[in-house]
């Protein structure tokens, strides 16, 4: 037996963020990053909505990119403290992805963090609080997922949790939240719900229910994501509901290695912080070369080609859609690999087994269309280092 979650209800278009008035609870905390939303009058919004809807509301601010155990703990007392009935959470994936993991501790203030790292192995929520997500970018898709990405910075590893009680119960998709993102945001957020919807509609829990929803995302951003780059807002609407689109695919369908392989890069170089979907999008073409040497992936891959007009047999089309990618990453200012990137080479030779060791066991492998050994993955990430195309 499958099973497809989505929010109950998905609110969208321009000043959708109006729903608010008409919420019913008495107390809500509004989770948010690092004040952009403040920044561009957002928030202010919302707090008079609230107002208007007689809910009393508390702010828990500066959720930093890629929020860590502590930053969710620390939230999670903030909602022992005032006992809110709603959770709300404006932003990027950060803040949201945080406030689902605050969720389940400010009403299992028992549990440890240690106790909900194996999938869909979490206790049973709204007890509490009901869950309301808004994005502010047009690439996670939390707002409809049963995902949320949180890092231990101790151990330099970026763990996915996900079970079906972390989707939230309302999404609004305001179109105006995502006229604020900056280029470079705009660029990698667009890659990551591509790689969402590319690797969910070849994951092995692909479905009749999520194919749909993946082709369709990706068509949205072939189409809409060079325009959305380059300051169209009409073409960042449609960024907007592709990505959403893209979310509800890979939150039922699940994802594999590309996504596998970003959690467990993201934190580990001491260079620094490489952002999520860059790597996705470095990572996306060898992922797809190294899957297509299973013929139910190249078949799948080829139908995602000929969807966005690419024409040819599966081999050629594969090979066609791997080029689309690349030349979309140097439309988008996208390295096309770690070196380039900037990883030093020492480093990556020094960390390359143990990573690919911790991607191999990473909760995106197990529905990525092909297996993959430690080893596999190692030459993999090897060629994403230098370059070189995926022959194994």
């Given at each position: 037996m499958m099973r497809f979650t989505l929010p109950r209800d998905m609110y969208y278009g321009k000043g959708a963020l109006e729903h608010l008035k008409t919420l019913k609870g008495k107390k809500a905390i509004l989770v948010l990053g690092g004040g952009s939303m403040k920044k561009f009058g957002f928030v202010d919004k919302v707090l008079a909505y609230l107002k208007e809807a007689g809910i009393e509301t508390q702010l828990f601010e500066n959720v930093e990119p890629d929020p860590s155990v502590e930053t969710v703990m620390k939230g999670a007392q903030a909602m022992r403290d005032f006992e809110p009935d709603w959770i709300i959470a404006m932003g990027g994936g950060?803040?949201?992805?945080?406030?689902?993991?605050?969720?389940?501790?400010?009403?299992?203030?028992?549990?440890?963090?240690?106790?909900?790292?194996?999938?869909?192995?979490?206790?049973?929520?709204?007890?509490?609080?009901?869950?309301l997500a808004i994005p502010s970018t047009s690439g996670t898709a939390t707002e409809v997922t049963a995902f949320s990405v949180i890092t231990d910075y101790a151990k330099g590893i970026k763990y996915p949790l996900a079970d079906f009680n972390i989707t939230p119960d309302v999404a609004i998709v305001d179109p105006e939240l995502a006229?604020?993102?900056?280029?470079?945001?705009?660029?990698?957020?667009?890659?990551?719900?591509?790689?969402?919807?590319?690797?969910?509609?070849?994951?092995?829990?692909?479905?009749?229910?999520?194919?749909?929803?993946?082709?369709?995302?990706?068509?949205?951003?072939?189409?809409?994501?060079?325009?959305?780059?380059?300051?169209?807002?009409?073409?960042?609407?449609?960024?907007?509901?592709?990505?959403?689109?893209?979310?509800?695919a890979f939150s039922n369908a699940l994802l594999g290695i590309v996504h596998s392989m970003a959690h467990k890069t993201g934190a580990a170089f001491s260079t620094g912080h490489i952002p999520h979907g860059c790597a996705n999008a470095i990572?996306?073409?060898?992922?797809?070369?190294?899957?297509?040497?299973?013929?139910?992936?190249?078949?799948?891959?080829?139908?995602?080609?000929?969807?966005?007009?690419?024409?040819?047999?599966?081999?050629?089309?594969?090979?066609?859609?791997?080029?689309k990618i690349d030349e979309y990453n140097v439309k988008l200012n996208i390295p096309k690999t770690l070196k380039e990137f900037g990883i030093v080479e020492e480093e990556f030779k020094?960390?390359?087994?143990?990573i690919a060791e911790l991607a191999v066991g990473d909760a995106c492998t197990g529905s990525n269309p092909r297996a993959i050994t430690p080893a596999e993955m190692e030459k993999l990430l090897t060629c994403t280092y230098y370059g070189t195309t995926v022959e194994f």
């Open positions: 950060s803040p949201i992805d945080a406030a689902k993991a605050m969720w389940v501790f400010y009403e299992y203030p028992d549990t440890s963090f240690e106790a909900i790292l194996q999938p869909f192995s979490f206790p049973e929520l709204r007890q509490k609080a009901k869950f006229e604020t993102m900056p280029q470079k945001l705009t660029a990698h957020t667009g890659m990551d719900a591509l790689t969402h919807a590319i690797e969910a509609y070849v994951s092995t829990m692909n479905s009749p229910f999520t194919d749909p929803l993946a082709l369709k995302a990706i068509s949205m951003v072939f189409e809409c994501l060079p325009d959305s780059y380059n300051g169209c807002m009409a073409a960042r609407e449609q960024m907007h509901y592709a990505q959403c689109l893209a979310g509800q990572y996306l073409p060898y992922v797809i070369q190294y899957n297509a040497k299973d013929q139910t992936a190249k078949e799948r891959y080829a139908a995602i080609a000929r969807s966005v007009g690419i024409t040819g047999s599966d081999s050629e089309c594969v090979v066609k859609l791997c080029q020094e960390k390359v087994a143990k």
